[in-house]
């Protein structure tokens, strides 16, 4: 090297940060605790010992930092013993606080959530119960919402009990709602949310609740019919049903419940002066539809933007946008979340998949990516499965179709389509996935054909008047709407409509303007066409 230049200017520092270390310090620390190098505390769960590092535990758990940190006995010894812990779920704790990784399900989630809130790991009790939350189901609705109170989960509280509300007519034929205690009983049925379609519902469950154990909760009855509203109640009914019957007759209490009812339905000039809790209807909250835009293309790029139409407001609003670009992405609903499927990020073809959450205004990215990358790719939810339809991965159109079970976290391969298809769109109807045009790679096509998931398989149903390509596809009183979309040489206004009973497809009034790439759905009782080539106006067909 020659000498340099005495002027040169010379560089004053050189900053890295690795993105490799701290995977690389976790890794090492997980293989130093599994040979038990330097570890420098053992923990005794049940007679389970756990060798581990309190510089670590400390680092991730609050409960771990005072009992290392400060005066307890348990900061001077080597062996700690902690009491009333599953220890198999204190193995998985603290497995995550050296991998950052955990698998919550079916059989731990019990265990581990009131691990977690011990040892104050917020995440892992967020992530708990955001799997309790996906579980929701009229029969475990219940128990699911009294773990959430145990463990003070108030989200999980709050969801647990507008689901049990909303879906009470199910819930009260499960075997939860029976074994309810009164009190949790009369606070649900107390709720001037509860979505029933009749008074005459709420005193039917009441009086299952009672009668599952008449010996014990008779003496509960008159507490408990005081938050029936008998008075909404119809005349026919509160006769000859309630006021005959033998336990509502044997009590003084109840007797007088009904004559403040009957007395309601009498005299309906004095109704003014009567009004109370048991004269108020009920308003249970409706679940206002909402209409979204996902990802998608503009200006010549992918974008992950994603937009909300309120139809109430006729207003557009920005929602939380998606972690990656996609144009040609599938999307559907399951369990009132949305699902984003694969796409094309302007760079590449996709296989992941993000969920979004409406009520957190979230997505999250911890879906399985499904087995191939598709874009173009149609989506749709048959007997609660997501299915993956044809596109294609930058090689070759698709045939092959998978579907996702949300309670597995896993994609599974059923039998392909007949036909290769991408641009395809997909409508659940009559317990049938329906595959509608699209292309074959080569030219656009007429051709529907079927899946039926009891056989696994692919059958031929009638093909559309028009070959399209890109269209859009909803299904509304039993008929699937077919709209739009790009023949051989233009984008189409037209539309079409199919009558499963008959097989066959007949025109409708068309948009006002021409779009390939269009979205449609069903709101309200009104189809919305959203976006696509050309136009930017949103048409609407009553």
């Known amino acids: 090297m020659g000498p340099m230049e005495p002027d040169s200017p010379l560089p004053n520092r050189l900053t890295h940060v690795s993105d490799k270390h701290p995977r690389c310090m976790l890794a090492e620390f997980s293989s130093m605790r599994r040979h038990r190098e330097l570890c420098d505390v053992v923990l005794n769960i049940n007679n389970r010992k756990i060798f581990a590092h309190r510089n670590i535990l400390s680092a991730c758990s609050p409960y771990f930092r005072a009992m290392f940190n400060g005066d307890l006995a348990e900061s001077r010894q080597t062996e700690v013993t902690i009491r009333d812990m599953d220890e198999i779920a204190m193995e998985l704790l603290i497995e995550f606080c050296y991998s950052a990784r955990i698998t919550v399900e ?137 006021g005959a019957d033998l336990l509502v007759r044997s009590d003084e209490t109840c007797r007088d419940l009904v004559d403040e009812a009957k007395n309601y339905l009498l005299l309906p000039q004095e109704r003014p002066l009567m009004q109370g809790p048991r004269t108020r209807p009920r308003k249970p909250t409706q679940r206002g539809q909402l209409l979204f835009a996902v990802g998608g293309w503009c200006s010549g790029d992918a974008i992950a933007s ?51 959450d409406p009520q957190t205004n979230q997505w999250s990215c911890d879906v399985a990516p499904t087995t191939s990358c598709r874009t173009s790719v149609g989506v749709a939810v048959l007997d609660g499965l997501l299915y993956a339809v044809g596109g294609q991965d930058g090689v070759q159109c698709l045939s092959h179709v998978e579907r996702y079970d949300p309670k597995e976290n896993k994609w599974s391969k059923v039998a392909p389509m007949t036909t290769r298809r991408l641009g395809v769109a997909v409508a659940v109807l009559g317990g049938y996935l329906y595959a509608i045009g699209g292309s074959d790679g080569q030219s656009p096509l007429s051709s529907v054909e079927r899946y039926d998931p009891r056989q696994n398989k692919w059958t031929v149903m009638a093909p559309m008047s028009t070959r399209r ?22 984008e189409l206004s037209s539309a079409e409509r199919y ?40 048409p609407k067909n009553n």
């Open 106 to 242: 079916e059989s731990n989630v019990q265990t581990l959530l009131p691990a977690a809130c011990l040892l104050q790991l917020t995440e892992i009790q967020d992530i708990c119960c955001e799997f309790l939350r996906r579980q929701l189901d009229p029969s475990n609705c219940l128990g699911i919402r009294a773990f959430a109170d145990t463990h003070s989960c108030l989200d999980l509280l709050r969801v647990a009990d507008k689901y049990t509300q909303h879906n009470f007519q199910e819930v009260m034929e499960s075997e939860e709602f029976l074994l309810l205690p009164v009190t949790q009983l009369i606070d649900l049925i107390a709720s001037d949310e509860l979505n029933v379609r009749t008074e005459e519902q709420v005193f039917s469950a009441a009086m299952s609740w009672v009668k599952y154990n008449i010996s014990e909760r008779r003496q509960n009855l008159p507490q408990v019919l005081q938050h029936v509203r008998l008075p909404l109640l119809s005349p026919k009914f509160l006769v000859g049903t309630v």
């Open 306 to 356: 994603v937009e909300r139409y309120d139809p109430q407001t006729e207003d557009w609003k920005l929602q939380a946008q998606m972690s990656k670009r996609r144009c040609g992405v599938g999307v559907a609903v399951l369990n009132d979340l949305l699902y984003a499927v694969g796409g094309h990020d302007g760079q590449s073809y996709l296989n992941s998949i993000e969920r979004y």
């Open 469 to 490: 390509k890109h269209l859009g596809c909803a299904v509304y009183k039993d008929m699937i709407y077919a709209v739009g979309g790009r023949d051989d040489c233009m």
């Open 499 to 538: 009558n499963p009973h008959t097989n066959s497809w007949s025109p409708i009034v068309a948009m006002t303007s021409r779009r390939s790439g269009v979205g449609l759905a069903v709101v309200n009782g009104q189809l919305y066409a959203v976006g696509g080539f050309r136009w930017n106006s949103i």
